[in-house]
């Protein structure tokens, strides 16, 4: 469902605009400067004194206490900019841009040096803390902005936190493992919202990893679950295979963190969480129909996903072929 209205003159540099819309996934277009909505975790996508930019879209999924946004902004011509800071903890990525290019800044009129130009780079601003999002001759940039409050860091990452680069603003960091799960959770962002949960989890977990882990972290991570933490993790998989899974559930039965808890169980596994879950989810829809009992649109259900275009899309992305056309060649 689609949400607009009409934006402040966007030579106001004083205007700070909130629109909500409670769907999850939420979609808003707004004309005219800019553009802010409700997103699942109930906070305001605060968008910060606007200067020509006239129009913005967006989807709208939480996660992890976090709010994610797909955003693509299409400023006016030349020279424009906004403050990119909320009252939440803001995480911008910008993911493609056309035409010229965009930084941050932390002063409107000095330019950040940079030995790069092209798309890719991360910009974090703790919360209420202005760094100004500049644009010069830009037809559209995408980006992906996550918001929230500052304690959410901690919650996801436990003692694996550095809390010193939480304090301090971050402009054009370029690292290829936070662009990569950006993207990803850009794509998820227009997905639909059920049974995913532990996909979207595990993005928003290995992102706050490679944001704010402690260095010293790396040592540690060649380490698994112990043999109780695995029985019980997977006895928890396979019992809850056709529900929404959370990871924060499964951290929690087995005294970890997230990150402690995903990185400890891919090692063990030699895969994700999400990947163990959805692999089992495939295997038990692949036996159903072998049986040939039940309708698509029934094993779909069954195994958890959303409706019969999920699971279709889900299943040929994993086996190349689609539900029906891999029931068909078995019986051949």
Known sequence: MANSARLPDADDSEAVVAVS????????????????QRGGSGSDFEFRSPHRIRKIESHTRSWNG?????????????KAWHDLSSHETTVAIVLGQVGGYCEPRLNLNRPTLRSRFDAGHTTFVP?????????????????????????????????????????????????DKVARCADLLAEESQEPSSGRRLYGES??????????????????????LSRWQLRLAMEYLEAHMTQDISLEEMAKLVGLSQSQFARSFKNSTGVPPYKWSLDARIKRA????????????FIAVQTGFADQSHFTKTFRRATGATPKDWQRSRKL
């Not at 946004?69 to 030349?78: A, K, M, S, T």
């Not at 993005?203 to 260095?215: D, E, G, H």
């Not at 692949?286 to 649109?297: F, H, N, R, T, Y």
């Open 127 to 175: 919360a209420n803390t202005t760094v100004w999002g500049y644009t010069d001759g830009l037809q559209f940039v995408r980006e992906l902005r996550m918001s929230f409050a500052p304690k959410v860091p901690e919650s996801i990452l436990g003692d694996d936190l550095d809390s010193a680069k939480t304090d301090t603003p971050v402009l054009l960091l370029y690292d």
């Open 21 to 36: 819309d409670r769907l999850s996934p939420s979609v808003a277009s707004l004309e005219v400067g800019h553009e802010g």
């Open 203 to 224: 993005l928003t977990t290995a992102l706050t990893a490679a944001l704010f882990t402690r260095q010293n972290t790396q040592i540690q991570q060649a380490n698994g």
């Open 66 to 78: 976090i709010t994610v946004r797909n955003i693509v902004h299409y400023p006016d011509p030349g």
């Open 286 to 297: 692949q036996e159903l129909l072998l049986l040939g009992k039940e309708s698509i649109s």
